[in-house]
């Protein structure tokens, strides 16, 4: 049950970049792995031309969020960006998924590129914000698509809006969970001084560093461009728990890159145990920016997910 993020032309080499690992359900066993890999799993992918797509500022409560939207009679797909990204960093995806027949949405959070600056005396609550936003694009049922931090966000969203998402998707993060041993994992891997680390360090896989110099240079001039002012997070508006992951009954797929520094394959599998209707997608070599480092495997994983559940 692969899912892919560039992934309308993958050949056979590209899709089996998975090493197969599927999670159906809470308890249920890893499915194993795909054919041999080849040899440079980490060929520069080149970012594809754009699909058409109109912007504007969404003059919601509290706050203006700027956004692009490919538009169309396809069903949503809401993409939802970390904290070192905006909704700039979805060039791999954007045509892609258009090209699949889906109405394509990127976002920036408050604070951020296009996005009204951030006020920590009235930072508003992400998920809110996002539900806002989709009132304010008439948006019906979506898929949300979420990166790094945006998966916290994301994972907040489907805590007080879960009857409004087809499917949830999750790269990369711990579903805004701060307890039990998903939060003790995330929190005990990551070594004093984490946060004064290079981002691309924390953030790029050694392997795409070293294959693509020039896709990890774009990747932080994007980063770099990224935030309009000095970086908050925004609060939830739930609790997570991990006992409340139960709680999600919507298809969801996690993401999750095998060379992960912050959000390892193990906290992912213990993430899908916890989830009753979770698949595990685990991208080979990839670091924390699934989306970016592996496109292919990212886009055909979200694909091939959200087609089963469009309806």
């Given at each position: 049950?692969?899912?892919?993020?560039?992934?309308?032309?993958?050949?056979?080499?590209?899709?089996?970049?998975l090493?197969?690992?599927?999670?159906?359900?809470?308890?249920?066993a890893?499915?194993?792995?795909?054919?041999?890999?080849?040899?440079?799993?980490?060929?520069?992918?080149?970012?594809?031309?754009?699909?058409?797509?109109?912007?504007?500022?969404?003059?919601?409560?509290?706050?203006?969020?700027?956004?692009?939207?490919?538009?169309?009679?396809?069903?949503?797909?809401?993409?939802?960006?970390?904290?070192?990204?905006?909704?700039?960093?979805?060039?791999?995806?954007?045509?892609?998924?258009?090209?699949?027949?889906?109405?394509?949405?990127?976002?920036?959070?408050?604070?951020?590129?296009?996005?009204?600056?951030?006020d920590?005396?009235?930072?508003?609550?992400?998920?809110?914000?996002?539900?806002n936003?989709?009132?304010?694009?008439?948006?019906?049922?979506?898929?949300?698509?979420?990166?790094?931090?945006?998966?916290?966000?994301?994972s907040?969203?489907?805590?007080?809006?879960?009857?409004?998402?087809?499917?949830?998707?999750?790269?990369?993060?711990?579903?805004?969970?701060?307890?039990?041993?998903?939060?003790?994992?995330?929190?005990?891997?990551?070594?004093?001084?984490?946060?004064?680390?290079?981002?691309?360090?924390?953030?790029?896989?050694?392997?795409?560093?070293?294959?693509?110099?020039?896709?990890?240079?774009?990747?932080?001039?994007?980063?770099?461009?990224?935030l309009?002012?000095?970086?908050?997070?925004?609060?939830?508006?739930?609790?997570?728990?991990?006992a409340?992951?139960?709680?999600?009954?919507?298809?969801?797929?996690?993401?999750?890159?095998?060379?992960?520094?912050?959000?390892?394959?193990?906290?992912?599998?213990?993430?899908?145990?916890?989830?009753?209707?979770?698949?595990?997608?685990?991208?080979?070599?990839?670091?924390?920016?699934?989306?970016?480092?592996?496109?292919d495997?990212?886009?055909?994983?979200?694909?091939?997910?959200?087609?089963?559940?469009?309806?």
């Open positions: 049950m692969l899912k892919d993020d560039e992934g309308a032309s993958l050949d056979v080499s590209r899709r089996n970049l090493m197969g690992t599927a999670i159906l359900g809470a308890g249920a890893l499915a194993g792995g795909a054919a041999a890999q080849p040899a440079n799993p980490m060929v520069p992918v080149p970012i594809p031309p754009q699909a058409p797509a109109t912007t504007g500022l969404a003059e919601i409560a509290g706050t203006k969020l700027y956004y692009w939207d490919t538009g169309g009679n396809g069903t949503p797909i809401v993409l939802a960006h970390p904290a070192s990204g905006s909704a700039l960093i979805w060039s791999y995806q954007q045509p892609v998924f258009a090209k699949a027949g889906y109405r394509v949405i990127g976002y920036s959070r408050r604070g951020y590129n296009g996005s009204a600056p951030f920590k005396d009235n930072p508003g609550i992400g998920s809110e914000d996002l539900n936003l989709a009132d304010y694009l008439k948006l019906g049922r979506f898929h949300l698509v979420a990166s790094a931090a945006g998966g916290s966000i994301s907040d969203y489907a805590f007080s809006h879960q009857d409004r998402l087809l499917t949830l998707t999750v790269s990369s993060n711990s579903f805004g969970v701060r307890d039990g041993t998903i939060a003790a994992a995330a929190n005990g891997i990551r070594p004093k001084g984490w946060d004064e680390m290079p981002v691309e360090f924390r953030e790029l896989g050694p392997s795409y560093r070293a294959a693509n110099p020039e896709g990890a240079k774009l990747w932080l001039e994007l980063e770099h461009k990224a309009v002012g000095k970086g908050y997070r925004q609060r939830l508006k739930n609790s997570i728990t991990q409340r992951l139960k709680e999600l009954k919507l298809p969801v797929l996690v993401i999750a890159g095998a060379a992960d520094l912050a959000t390892s394959p193990a906290i992912a599998r213990l993430i899908v145990a916890e989830i009753p209707n979770s698949e595990l997608v685990i991208a080979p070599e990839s670091g924390h920016s699934v989306y970016w480092e592996q496109p495997v990212f886009n055909k994983a979200v694909l091939d997910f959200v087609g089963k559940h469009s309806k």
